[in-house]
Every structure is written in structure tokens, then in C-alpha cells.
């Protein structure tokens, strides 16, 4: 087994080192304006740095994953803003579509997309569905008065991060019923949020964030066009998207930030009269936690090798993604012990503290990250 990087690789790297010196906005990141986020983005773009690894006729940069990989892994150290503006739909959507688009979607969606002119949204989660998210009741049905034009969709989705500012829904409706068929029933549309009929409502976090929302479908008419793969097909679609989700959730460079970040609390801390860092338990804590993050960094480069010999993400990004949710929360809690009373202030550690407990469970909770890697990578029976 081989852990070094290639040549043409570690030059990719000095090219991305001298493009973040010579153009990552200056001051800390949450001071940075809007405007100079856009005139990031915009030079990555003229880079084809955003959709790196995407195909160059689909737009993309034609890079390797690997290279979009020390691409991220090189942002995340210098502490630069995100790659784009559209997380969901650069991480899961865009894939999709260069997956199972037609030419018409991909001219329409994919520019879009890269120039940071669109944002996504998802919604599979129901109010009485989530992990079984194949038991999902929304239902669309194609109008036969308009010729079968269009769907008429009627349901309601939950926890849809961002559907308050987002410009579209990658959505998953049932076009038959469950009885008949419950994976084969599942398809997979592209609906404008401002189609008439889509009510948001919003749901607060327990710190006071909206970033959730109620999204309610009432005879929204969505034409046939925008349908993504054939009907009947959702199911496909949606387990390549989420094994993307999945693989963008357990990248380990946002772990090794989080790590860094705690270190430098620990340093700045007293334990004893003396700064929290010199004190050995403090020091094996963070060991610990620094070894879990290299073996998901090793364990990640794995999965990006098996891409790299055309096997596209599956049910392996669930290892990195449960690991990543056993780091998160111990690592708050951690930080809450290190900053001892200061632990009631507000503020980023006390916030990350009350959230980590959800954010784990986006994207699939831990548990169903245990009975992936059980059933459908270790071969274990079913329970
Ligand atoms: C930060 C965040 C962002 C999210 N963003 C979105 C979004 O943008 N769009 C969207 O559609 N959804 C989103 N969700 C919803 C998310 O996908 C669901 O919360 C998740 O799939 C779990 O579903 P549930 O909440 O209905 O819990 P349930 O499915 O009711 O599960 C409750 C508990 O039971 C356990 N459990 C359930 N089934 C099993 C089983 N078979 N074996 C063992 N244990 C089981 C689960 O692990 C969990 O602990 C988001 C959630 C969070 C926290």
C-alpha cells in the first residue's frame, strides 16, 4: 500500500498553496463580507475549481478526486471560505444530474450551478418518515387533463435545511403506491420553490438558528421535464445522492479544523494554574482524537482510490461518516470541560455543543450508518 501522494499531485498542490496566498480574503472568517465570499468563488470558478472533479463537457474541471481532495484539503488549512455557494446542490445535486440527467437538464442546471447562481435544497424527510425513508407518502401523479404534462404534487416534507432561500427542491414523491411497490414506487423531481401551492414554514433550533423548515405541497404542478431519471427510478437516483452526502459529511479535512481549533482552546485554557495543553490527560484526549482523524483520512483516501478506478461513492462513505459522528459530540463536550464555567457564556464551542447531537443524525442517523456497514459491508445478517 502505498500513502504518498503522486508528483503530479503534490504539484497540483503547490498550485493550489500559491492560488490561496496570492487570493484568500484577508481577516478572520467570520468577518469576511459577502462580496469578497463572491470574488473567492468567482476566481475559483475562472479556475474550474468549483466541480473540480466533474467532467470538463458537463463544465467541471475534469480533475481527479483526488486533486479536489488536496484542493479542499488545502482550503480547510488556510482557513479559506467554502468551495461555492451551493453546498447541496455542488455536493449531491450536480452529481445526480451528471449521473442520470438528460442534455436538456444538464444545459439548464449545471452552468447554474457552477457559477453559484442557484440554490438547492432536498427533500426526502415526512413528518412520520426518515430513517425509512422508503415508507415516504407524497404523492405525485401525472394529470392526464394536461396530456400528462405534469405531475400534481400533494404532501409535506420536514427538516428541509435552507428551503426558506432556496431557488429549487430535489425532491423524492411516490408515483405509486406503496402496496404496489415500495422501492419502484419512488421518483425522484426538480421543483422551482416558487411554484404556486409550496408553502414554507420555518423551525427553529434549540440556539435560535432557522435553518430548518416545514415545506407543504398542495396541487403543485411540476412539468414532466422535470423529472430526474425515469419514474419509478427515485430510489436509484436518491442512494448515489446520498452516498455523496454521505462522502462530503466524512471528509476529514473539517475534523482536522475542528481539531486544530481545540487545541488552540486547550492552549489558551488553564488546568492547574498552567495552560490546559501541558496537562497528560488533556494531551491523550486530544491524542485519541487525532489518531481517530487519521485513520478517517486514510480511510477516505481508500474510498476517493476505488472512485479513481470508476467505482462511484456507496455504502462505504457510511464508515467515515459514523466515525465522524462519534468525534463531533465527544470533542464539544470536551471543549465545554476546557472552558469550565465559561461554559454557560454564549458562543461558538457552547454552540457546536448543542448542535452536534443533530447534526450527526443529517444525512442518516448513526444507528443506520451501524446497520449499513453490519448488513451491506460486513455481510452480517439482518436483525
Ligand atoms: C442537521 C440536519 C439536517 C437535515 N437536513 C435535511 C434535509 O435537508 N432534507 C431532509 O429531507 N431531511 C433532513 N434532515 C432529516 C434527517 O434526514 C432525518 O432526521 C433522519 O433521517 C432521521 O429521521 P427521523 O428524524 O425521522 O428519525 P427516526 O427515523 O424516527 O429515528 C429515530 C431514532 O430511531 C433510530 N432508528 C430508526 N430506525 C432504525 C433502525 N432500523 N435500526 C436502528 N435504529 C433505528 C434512529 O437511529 C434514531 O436514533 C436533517 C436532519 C438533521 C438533524
Not at 115 to 133: A, F, K, M, Q
Request: a neutral charge; one cysteine or more.
Amino acid at each position: 500500500m502505498d500513502f504518498n501522494f503522486s508528483k503530479q499531485d503534490e504539484k497540483f498542490r503547490t498550485e493550489v498553496r500559491a492560488f490561496i496566498d496570492q487570493n484568500n480574503p484577508a481577516g478572520r472568517p467570520e468577518d469576511r463580507s459577502p462580496k469578497d465570499i463572491q470574488a473567492w468563488n468567482q476566481k475559483l470558478a475562472e479556475k474550474r475549481w468549483i466541480g473540480f472533479s466533474w467532467p470538463r463537457e458537463d463544465g467541471g474541471g475534469g480533475g481527479s478526486v483526488i486533486e479536489q481532495f488536496i484542493l479542499k484539503e488545502e482550503m480547510s488549512k488556510a482557513h479559506t471560505p467554502a468551495l461555492g455557494s451551493d453546498f447541496m446542490g455542488l455536493a449531491w445535486v450536480g452529481p445526480a444530474l451528471i449521473r442520470h440527467g438528460t442534455a436538456a437538464q444538464k444545459d439548464r442546471f449545471l452552468p447554474d450551478l457552477l457559477n453559484g447562481r442557484s440554490v438547492w435544497c432536498t427533500g426526502y424527510s415526512e413528518p412520520d418518515i426518515g430513517s425509512d425513508l422508503a415508507g415516504l407518502q407524497t404523492k405525485a401523479v401525472l394529470d392526464e387533463g394536461s396530456g400528462g404534462s405534469h405531475y400534481v404534487v400533494n404532501g409535506q416534507k420536514i427538516w428541509t435545511t435552507a428551503a426558506h432561500v432556496a431557488k429549487w427542491i430535489f425532491m423524492l414523491v411516490r408515483t405509486t403506491s406503496e402496496s404496489e411497490s415500495r422501492y419502484g414506487g419512488i421518483t425522484c423531481l426538480l421543483i422551482p420553490m416558487d411554484s404556486p401551492g409550496i408553502e414554507v414554514q420555518p423551525i427553529k433550533s434549540l440556539v435560535g438558528y432557522h435553518s430548518f423548515n416545514q415545506v407543504f405541497f398542495n396541487d403543485v404542478r411540476v412539468p414532466v421535464e422535470n423529472r430526474l431519471g425515469a419514474e419509478g427510478e427515485g430510489w436509484k437516483v436518491v442512494m448515489g445522492a446520498l452516498a455523496n452526502e454521505r462522502s462530503g459529511i466524512s471528509e476529514s479535512t473539517g475534523m482536522e479544523r475542528q481539531l486544530e481549533d481545540l487545541k488552540e482552546l486547550a492552549r489558551n485554557s488553564k488546568k492547574n494554574g498552567r495552560p490546559a495543553l501541558e496537562d497528560p490527560a488533556v494531551r491523550r484526549e486530544l491524542g485519541r482524537y487525532e489518531s481517530m482523524i487519521s485513520a478517517m483520512r486514510l480511510n477516505g483516501l481508500r474510498n476517493l482510490t476505488k472512485q479513481l478506478q470508476g467505482s462511484p461513492p456507496s455504502t462505504e462513505t457510511s464508515v467515515n461518516k459514523f466515525l465522524r459522528g462519534q468525534l463531533e459530540i465527544p470533542m464539544a463536550d470536551f471543549s465545554m470541560s476546557l472552558l469550565g464555567t465559561a461554559a454557560q457564556e454564549t458562543g461558538p464551542w457552547q454552540t457546536n455543543s448543542l448542535t452536534f447531537h443533530g447534526v450527526v443524525i443529517g444525512g442518516g442517523s448513526p444507528n443506520i450508518q451501524r446497520n449499513i456497514i453490519a448488513e451491506r459491508i460486513l455481510g452480517l445478517p439482518k436483525d
